[in-house]
């Protein structure tokens, strides 16, 4: 069952088309969250809550720098291990402590900023993904932006 769960983020962090470019999360890292990801007991598992999973940035001017965060709160009972936070294009930054244990009931917040000059006229989506030892290992943060110059 864990491993039809495995699919969606392995889609999720192998590429993200922009400005012709495709970043890929390298081999290593990826097999290593894989690797990482199976060997999880469902006892080990605790849930998670992200106080925004969607952000709508409207009328944007190109060349603008976008900035905003999102809290993570563990509301299970087992301390939250983070494999990663990652963004699926070089245009976001994230600002975050690496590496955190979040006991249950504690947060973490991720701030982020998105560099628009490269973006096209139009919509433009974006995302970040969360993994870690919670049921299903990853959330989704999605980011449309709509730039109108």
Known sequence: MKLLYLIPVVALLLSCKHNNKTNKLSASLLDSVI????????????????SQTEKDFLKVKKGEILSDSFIMINIGNKPLQLKGINAQCD??????????????????TVKYQIETS????????????????????????NIIIYIIE
Do not use: A, E
């Open 35 to 50: 690797r990482d990801l199976k060997q999880l007991n469902d006892t080990n598992l605790t849930r998670i809550k992200i």
């Open 118 to 141: 490269d973006m096209d006229k139009g919509y433009n989506k974006r995302n970040i993904n969360v993994i870690g030892n919670f049921f299903p290992y990853y959330k989704n943060i």
């Open 91 to 108: 245009c976001t930054t994230l600002n975050y402590v690496k590496n955190k244990i979040i006991n249950p009931y504690d947060s973490l």
